[in-house]
T-cell receptor
Framework: DTEVTQTPKHLVMGMTNKKSLKCEQH?????MYWYKQKAKKPPELMFV???????INESVPSRFSPECPNSSLLNLHLHALQPEDSALYLC?????????????FGPGTRLTVT | AQRVTQPEKLLSVFKGAPVELKCNYS??????LFWYVQYSRQRLQLLLR??SRESIKGFTADLNKGETSFHLKKPFAQEEDSAMYYC???????????FGQGTRLTINP
């Protein structure tokens, strides 16, 4: 299995809801990433996990809470989001967190906050 | 601060014509640069990286440290090359990718 999968594909949530995005890979990769991509913009890094530990948090608001339960899974818990948080959320993984390793991207979850 | 600039948001060329997508960077250290591509309805994927010095799908990119550029070139464009192309720089200290704004390439038949 050489793919990163993300669920759900689409998510609509209200500003008071709590929801989670899920990302999975079975390539044995030890680094996993969350990116946010607004329309017609490049991906922006949010979080990096390396060996299941949070190694980078790009000053993301606390209403976004990442979790890495094991080496194959990455979650992004969402709570009290704002309409401006509507975007495509991309997950990626790589064998390690260095330049030697290609990042493999998932198809993304398109999130709409109403 | 590190920065990647792709001056063209849109680029349109005819099939069989040469294509060049421009990328300039700003980085104080020794840069590592990449080109990522996103075809319609497909996920973002790595096209090539400068350290590999390889040609993928007929594309090449040469790092020019004097001009701080990493332009992507292909001598004869194909219709299937139509896609969104992102140039990216690895911030080695922070170990994260910094993307340019992207260039949407359209190959006309």
């Amino acid at each position: 299995d050489t793919e990163v999968t993300q669920t759900p594909k689409h998510l609509v949530m209200g500003m008071t809801n709590k929801k989670s995005l899920k990302c999975e890979q079975h390539m044995g990769h030890r680094a996993m990433y969350w990116y946010k991509q607004k329309a017609k913009k490049p991906p922006e890094l949010m979080f990096v996990y390396s060996y299941e530990k949070l190694s980078i948090n790009e000053s993301v608001p606390s209403r976004f809470s990442p979790e890495c339960p094991n080496s194959s899974l990455l979650n992004l818990h969402l709570h009290a989001l704002q309409p401006e948080d509507s975007a495509l959320y991309l997950c990626a993984s790589s064998a390690g967190q260095t330049s030697s390793y290609e990042q493999y991207f998932g198809p993304g979850t398109r999130l709409t906050v109403t | 601060a590190q920065r990647v600039t792709q001056p063209e948001k849109l680029l349109s060329v005819f099939k069989g014509a040469p294509v060049e997508l421009k990328c300039n960077y700003s980085y104080s250290g020794s840069p590592e640069l990449f080109w990522y591509v996103q075809y319609s309805r497909q996920r973002l994927q790595l096209l090539l990286r400068h350290i590999s010095r390889e040609s993928i799908k007929g594309f090449t990119a040469d790092l020019n440290k004097g001009e701080t550029s990493f332009h992507l070139k292909k001598p004869f464009a194909q219709e299937e090359d139509s896609a969104m192309y992102y140039c990216a720089l690895l911030n080695q200290g922070a170990q994260k990718l910094v993307f340019g704004q992207g260039t949407r390439l359209t190959i006309n038949p």
